[in-house]
């Protein structure tokens, strides 16, 4: 007896400070999250609420390509199509259906995810370089029928679109009353992802993204994990799309060009791939670059580009990822 008591401590001994650094990591990501919330709810009384809503946009945009990238291991370079084309649908069902903002934003993030479902069933039968070219190749397709396509105003876009009251009876022509929307629907995003990450999907997800055939010798669809995971981020991507739509009341060529793909790979390798936190940070970098370095024109985008190449240079692991390693907790 004494022998098996002997033994069972000794098993549970690497355990048990597994069990405690898991609690002590999550116990970390609530009060991070309770900070953020803490911050949104402050941040409009000292900040310039429409810069607030541009970078928690594509912050949540962000959000939804590392959930792809980071945690399901699939480079797309053609994001920006859903991110455009629920765009383009909510300003088109605010502004010619006469949906109020509620209902326009459902109905952009339901037109990325049945793009998404058509988009990735193509995509995910190819691998590697080949996965990411078709992305491409798909969301050049989705700018050039958005540029012939009459209901989007082609190169005019969709202009003046009505802000609207949401359920009807809360006016958000004021920008701190649309602001508090904004911030309800990123905290549910960042929520939501924060979950999909650490369920059992969010696990399989990572055997894949580390070791496919593995994956597939355990009896795991990988297939299907891949397009879940693909239909996921194009429903976030959308519905951070069609969110933009109502803060600036203009959907354009610009939100479904190859440029705004680029753009979210920035944002999330600046702030860090595969962490939950990164992609947020990199948006707020990527956003306040483009905001007050305006002045400077096209030199932005060679701003950007040092920026970026500083980063791979210095810090691989992106802003986060770097105190993540320095603190020894994931984040």
Not at 18 to 31: M, N, P
Not at 114 to 121: D, E, K, M, Q, R
Request: proline share 3%; net charge positive.
């Amino acid at each position: 007896m004494a022998d098996t008591a002997a033994i069972a401590s000794v098993d549970a001994a690497p355990i048990l400070p597994a069990l405690s650094e898991g609690r002590d990591v999550r116990a970390l990501h609530r009060k991070i999250m309770l900070g953020i919330a803490v911050f949104l709810a402050v941040a409009p009384f000292v900040l310039y609420p429409v810069f607030l809503m541009k970078v928690l946009c594509f912050g949540l945009f962000a959000l939804a390509f590392n959930l792809l990238l980071g945690y399901g291991g699939l480079l797309s370079f053609g994001h920006a199509a859903y991110f455009g084309m629920a765009s383009y649908l909510c300003a088109y069902a605010a502004k010619v259906w006469g949906l109020t903002p509620e209902l326009a934003i459902l109905c952009g993030t339901l037109t990325a995810a049945l793009l998404g479902l058509v988009f990735g069933a193509l995509a995910i039968r190819r691998q590697g370089i080949y996965f990411s070219m078709i992305t491409l190749a798909l969301a050049q397709m989705a700018f050039f029928f958005s540029l012939q396509a009459k209901f989007t105003g082609g190169e005019d876009g969709i202009q003046a679109v009505p802000r609207g009251a949401l359920f009807g009876t809360i006016s958000l022509a004021d920008d701190r009353a649309l602001y508090g929307l904004v911030a309800v629907v990123f905290l549910g995003g960042l929520l939501l992802i924060y979950r999909i990450i650490h369920s059992p999907f969010g696990q399989v997800l990572k055997a894949i993204r580390d070791n496919e055939p593995r994956a597939i010798s355990l009896g795991y669809r990988v297939n299907q994990y891949k397009l879940a995971v693909f239909v996921l981020s194009a429903t976030l991507a959308g519905l951070a799309g069609s969110t933009k739509a109502i803060v600036f009341q203009l959907a354009s060529l610009t939100d479904v060009h190859w440029a705004m793909s680029g753009e979210v790979v920035l944002m999330t390798l600046v702030g860090g791939m595969g962490t939950v936190f990164g992609p947020i940070v990199g948006a707020l970098v990527i956003v306040t670059m483009e905001t007050y370095l305006a002045q400077f024109g096209a030199w932005v985008t060679i701003i950007q580009g040092v920026v970026f190449v500083l980063c791979v240079l210095l810090f691989r692991e992106g802003i986060v990822g770097l105190v993540a390693r320095i603190a020894r907790r994931p984040l």
